[in-house]
């Protein structure tokens, strides 16, 4: 703590002429103040002071009085700041009483909005000492140098949300088809009812059609199933039979295919593909839903017979014995159950990223509004995802995806009037959570830190993370705690550490921006932070780091209060001149 003499009371003691006046100014060496901090400091937009003072004993006159207003000059200006009286035992008016036989002690302290310009402003204090009618301003005494800013060094890195271009690089397109069978029957009988419908020759055809275009296969997969009014193990067996039965089906059909002249497709033989297998048994779930879905009269008694009856065998004597009285059962239900599943899982051919990349602007037309805004996503630079963006907007006038993905690449390159222009008109198409959240990333841009904490709280109901971006706020605010709890989830990041170091956490702060991609803002922070660890040599080196990589920083660093005890070093000197 620097202590600094009242050079005041000299002052006052040579206006007052009684001899309880000339003993003070004998013993001023003996009255003593201290000011913290020592550098005044900006959080949250206010700067704070504490001045402690000590007066011995025997010293103070009784009727004396002493009256100083602190005064922070800076830029040209002046600002008064609360003034603070001590009087005498015996002095009129209000005021610190101050004991002439004891002495004491004293504590000033305010608060004050913070203005820019007094990151290089002095305090000083404009003291006035009085004795019944006389009064006299005296000499002026500097008690605080500049006011540190690091909290407000804030990183504009906020999150910009782009909306989801929603296209699927892999795409599975499938197909399906079904085989029927006879009751406990697994051969292919094309005689069968089932198979003879043409909406099953139909699928199968399709089918066959879907394989012919040549889409890489993914897999084919066959389920085979079996009703069940039979005996469980009778079942399984039978359902591992059609299994194979429709292998070999489908095989057959494969290397047809394959063999076709000019066939599109990308195997010779069906083992070459890969195929999954099932034999799933009893059809239980598909038994249920049919006879829920069917017009029987009796479903609901047939229903509550199988869903009261937890024995399996006994289940199916059940559906035997339903099977014989109900008809459709036996004739509706029952039958379709019998049966192998084919699906067959097809990649849906796509345009590689290089083929998107240059057809969002040679040939647009041929491309869908997802894979357009996918395209934009692809371009190497903001530049060209702008590019990407204005010609989606010139096609598709009501997308509001484009128009507010548009204006976040213009927020990251602050291209801050355009990117309002772009955001606004994709507000107006539909205002969702991403937009709102780019509109407070602007209005932080702009330092309108309400307005940006307002539409934060809209796109937070809309289900946006607003964490990282309501941090810079807090940091703002002064409120440090929350900050580092809002920048919790961004490792080594700048702001992050910047909150630690504000909450008193300066080796957490190193050991953030250690791991961090390093800029010049970074090692300035870091010089910040070592200075405050009284590591000058540390400090120095990141501080002719960070102005290496960004020269403006000479003229920051002069006027930076964090560096005050190195001004008058060569080695600082050398770094800023």
Known sequence: MKNFKLVA?????????????????????????????????NKGGEVEL????????????????LEFTPVLKYAGNEKELESFRLKGEKAEGEGKVISKKEGGSFTYTTTFEYEDGMQDAILIVKPVASLKDKSEELGKTKLADGVIITSTRIKHNENVVSAAHMYEKETIISENANIYFAQNFSNLNWRLDLNKEENTKEDLANM?????????????EL??????????????????ERAETGEKYLATQLNKIANEEDTKVGFESAEELQLDIYPKGEDWNGFMAAVENSDLEAKNTILNVVRSQPDLKQREEEIRNMS??????????????RRVEFTVN????????????????????????????????????NEKKIEAYEVINNAHEKCWRAFNNKGAVMLEENMLDEAET??????????????????????????????????LGKAKKAGINTSYNMGLINMIEGDFAKAENNFAAADCDYNLALAQLMNDKADQAISTLECSEKGAKEHY?????????????????????????????????QKDKEFISYFDTEEFKTIVE
Request: hydrophobic content about 40%; aromatic content about 8%.
């Open 223 to 240: 389920n085979a199933w079996a009703s069940p009014e039979g005996e469980i193990s009778f079942n399984e067996d039978l359902a591992v």
């Open 324 to 337: 014989m009285i109900y008809k459709e059962l036996a004739e509706d239900i029952l039958p379709p159950l």
């Open 346 to 381: 097809a990649f849906e051919p796509k345009h590689s990223d290089e083929e998107l990349k240059t057809l969002i602007f040679s040939n647009p037309d041929t491309l869908d509004i997802k894979e357009k805004l996918y395209a934009a996503t692809l371009q190497e630079t």
């Open 9 to 41: 009371f000299i002052a006052a003691i040579a206006l007052l002429s009684s001899c309880g006046l000339n003993k003070m100014v004998k013993n001023y060496e003996e009255v003593d103040y201290s000011v913290t901090p020592e550098v005044l400091e």
């Open 50 to 65: 504490e001045v402690k003072g000590f007066i011995p004993e025997k010293y103070f006159h009784k009727k004396a009085a």
């Open 525 to 557: 922070l870091l010089a910040v932070i070592f200075a405050r660890k009284d590591n000058q040599s540390k400090s120095l080196e990141h501080l002719g780091t960070a102005v290496e990589k960004h020269e403006k920083l000479k003229e920051t660093a």
């Open 422 to 455: 772009s955001l606004q008109k994709a507000k107006e198409l539909k205002a969702t959570g991403e937009v709102y959240n780019n509109m407070a990333v602007l209005a932080l841009k702009r330092e309108n830190f309400e307005k940006g904490e307002e539409l």
């Open 208 to 220: 066959k059609d879907f394989i012919r275009k040549g889409w890489k296969i993914k897999n084919i």
